[in-house]
DNA sequence: ACCTGAACACCGTTCAAGT
DNA sequence: ACCTGAACACCGTTCAAGT
């Protein structure tokens, strides 16, 4: 209930912003370059501040990693809202989940922290996880309605989908290469003539 | 070409085989505990000896979840071949597609490790995720010559089907729960009416 | 042929002391 | 309010010495 770890906020002092912002650039980096599993002391030493430093403003990898792909995620939202104003349910959620891959492989082990922090209630995540399935679901509902993908299927079955379409895109190279044929081959069973 | 490590054989002393099978006993319970990542000294004092000879039997750790996982592999193997000598070619492919995702989520990680030693010529793997592929890649043509599945799946692709499936299973346990339904969603896609 | 355990390296995490 | 870096714990991996 109350043990939820509060989100990572940006300093109001000049240089507690100014650590804060090079840790997040230089965790960027790291986190494409060598996964979720980085070395926060890499990170700190590449940002050039001690590692309590670090500790200081991300409480936690998770904290981090939310920090990180924060922007990404915002981005994810708004293009749902988007695509949800046309007027082609299926294109529209065709369109989304493939953004929403996308988005879930923004570096190896994303994936995998997105499944933990939907269903973690005390993830610095959860709030984020359910905002994204909350917008596939309303684009499936929408798909459903219009009687272009199978009704039986849940929000949170699609959510799984996706990370694991991103799972695979994390994990293999020559798969990544080819977006719109793996999305056909996880997602493309779920629609009706 | 050469520098591929060499895989994990049963010792010939009576002292080593003892230990040789406590370990692996041990690191059973430990994958299957908490997963791949699992602290291999704490296998060790589990089975009663030092590091070293654990790193004496198990040259790396993809070695041992090799050993570990070996009879598995076998057993899937085998049960591939009985069903293809089945009339439905179709049935045959998903029953054994069933059985490929259980035993690619004996633990947490084993799928990824499995992802791994599939493209990775140097790994344990290698040989067994090969003869995993082809098993695959017989049944999806015989249920493609019978026309009963698309034709442009490819066995690489059936095999990412199936870790990926896999993978949730691993990371959901309301999915794992019920693994028909799963299968459904990840491979009922690629059948044809 | 196999076992032991100390030794080294690396990393996560905390915290008292500082500014 | 924020920073520092030493301190502790834990683990992976190697290897000289032993039987």
Redesign the interface.
């Given at each position: 209930m109350e043990n939820a770890p509060p989100p990572a906020r940006r300093p109001v002092r000049a240089d507690g912003r100014r650590n804060y912002d090079a840790i997040l650039r230089v965790a960027r980096e790291s986190f494409q370059a060598k996964g979720s599993t980085a070395s926060l002391e890499e990170i700190a030493a590449g940002a050039g501040v001690a590692v309590g430093t670090l500790y200081g403003h991300f409480a936690t990898r998770e904290s981090l990693i939310e920090a990180t792909t924060r922007d990404g995620l915002t981005a994810l939202l708004a293009h749902g809202e988007r695509v949800a104003a046309g007027d082609d349910p299926l294109g529209a959620l065709m369109d989304w989940t493939c953004e929403a891959v996308l988005f879930s492989s923004t570096f190896r082990g994303l994936a995998?922290v997105l499944?933990?922090g939907l269903?973690d209630e005390d993830s610095h995540w959860h709030a984020g996880c359910l905002a994204m399935e909350r917008c596939g679901a309303d684009l499936l509902r929408a798909a459903q309605d219009a009687g272009r993908v199978r009704g039986d299927?849940t929000p949170?079955?699609l959510f799984?989908?996706i990370?694991?379409?991103a799972?695979?895109r994390e994990?293999?190279p020559?798969?990544a290469d080819d977006s719109g044929r793996l999305l056909e081959?996880?997602?493309?069973?779920?629609a009706r003539p």
């Open positions: 995998e499944a933990h269903r299927l949170r079955e799984n989908l990370s694991a379409a799972w695979v994990a293999s020559a798969a081959l996880f997602v493309g069973g779920i």
